[in-house]
């Protein structure tokens, strides 16, 4: 099934762990629809922005899922279909420092996160769209704090 012209529910619903540990990872219809949403509000205007495959490195997660993996908790918003990691490195042709500028400074998203990496690039990024409600436009920095996460909100360094 496709969520989009360049995105479908195997790409966001594949899970290593999920199949490891034979965990159900399927969406449920709100989930489903969470998950179109997001595919043609953010995924499908950063493809055809950069013309170039743009690899999801986690999309939608099961509660049980996201718990095995130790998500953030099980209000996770990839537990509701509503957020991608995605990865530029996975296929290359653009970086994920530039994917996340264009999400930035031209899209409509509820959460972008600079995921870990170097002040340069970030090792991936989290963003997430709301269908219903308000998208807060919140841009965060995530880094390693020992053996914590640590959140802030995101200052551009270049200005």
Known sequence: MNLSKN???QEVTRSATAIKFGIENEPNIEQLENLKAIAKKVFQPIREHFDVPIGVTSGFRSEKLNSKIGGSSRTSQHCKGQALDIDAHVYGGVTNAELFHYVKDHLVFDQLIWEFGTDEEP?????????????????????????KIAYAIYRDIQG
């Open 123 to 147: 090792a991936w990024i989290h963003v997430s769209y709301k269908k219903k409600g308000k998208n807060r436009g919140q841009v965060l920095t995530a880094k390693r704090d020992r053996s």
């Open 7 to 9: 995105l479908t529910l």
